[in-house]
């Protein structure tokens, strides 16, 4: 070995992390055919942890701050390779860079629609989508579990695991709190409140803290929309006599503006008016009958035929009256 490399060799006397970029959660400082000497300064930046590592054992963590590695500041080294702490060589050991940063927006979604059951439609499927945030709590258990001895680990690699995790949460707690459907956007930052505290241990067992969630969306597949938009029409349209005379009014400019002008306007008005009594009339009908089915002066709900007298089935189409 040269005499310039022995050198080389000997001249790592500072170790610090300068971020470049939102990516990374972990950094290897470059160690290799290198050695720390002794009293060399570890600088960690705020949102910064750094991990001590020897022979594969975490030997120490750091926080923020500026330190000077001797073996008497670092106790659990010294008793991984029983050195005397006024032992002055220098460390063959690697040091590992975390970011505390808390990760704003990170996105989480629904792949599939999430089976339910809800008490008012029955089982029911239920996409969702919203943001979270984390950052990373503790290094050591993050390096034992998650980052190892790679020379970097990305924000990117740990995305599927941690939408995997919170739609777990999500899908579970809604089971078990049989929220309503119709009810899930008004409760979603208490859903989201609920999700965030049961998927805490899990993030937790990464090293990673759950700082927040939520959820900015729910919502049926499209198929199971549109039946419930029809539902939430039904009950809008609610009085359907008054709801086919709005309907009429509201065609009378279509109806002027139509060939025939203002003559067209006075047929379609006459013929809407008497369409909208006679349905008007066959709703009171079926009203009464339904309100009395299967006694005299009845009316049959399916063919509209008054009953003179009691009767188990309609004379006219045999359909059962009650």
Known sequence: MGILSFAKKQFIDILQWTEGSDDLLAWRFPTADLEIQQGARLVVRETQMAVFVDQGHVADVFGPGTY????????????????????????????????????????????????IRDREFGAVRVRGFGVYSYRVND?????????????????????????????????????????????????????????????????????????????????????LQKRLDERIGMGIVGDLPRYTQFQVAQSIPAAAAAPGGAAGAGVGLGAGIAMGQAMSRGIEQASAGQAHPGTAGSICPRCQTRLDKPSKFCPECGAPQG
């Open 139 to 223: 290094a050591s258990v993050f390096f034992r579990n998650i980052s190892g001895t790679r020379e970097t680990y990305a924000v990117a690699e740990l995305e599927g695991q941690l939408r995997s995790t919170l739609i777990t949460t999500l899908t579970t707690h809604l089971g078990e709190s049989q929220v309503p459907f119709l009810d899930m956007a008004a409760n979603s930052d208490a859903l989201g409140r609920a999700v965030l505290q049961k998927a805490r241990p899990a993030f937790a067992a990464l090293g990673l803290g759950l700082e927040d969630f939520q959820i900015q969306n729910v919502s049926l597949p499209e198929d």
């Open 68 to 115: 000077t590695i001797k073996t008497v500041n670092l106790p659990v080294l010294t008793d991984l390779r029983h050195w005397d702490k006024l032992f002055e060589s220098p460390f063959k050991s690697e040091v590992y860079f975390f970011s505390t940063r808390l990760r704003l927006n990170q996105t989480w979604g629904t792949a599939n629609p999430l089976a």
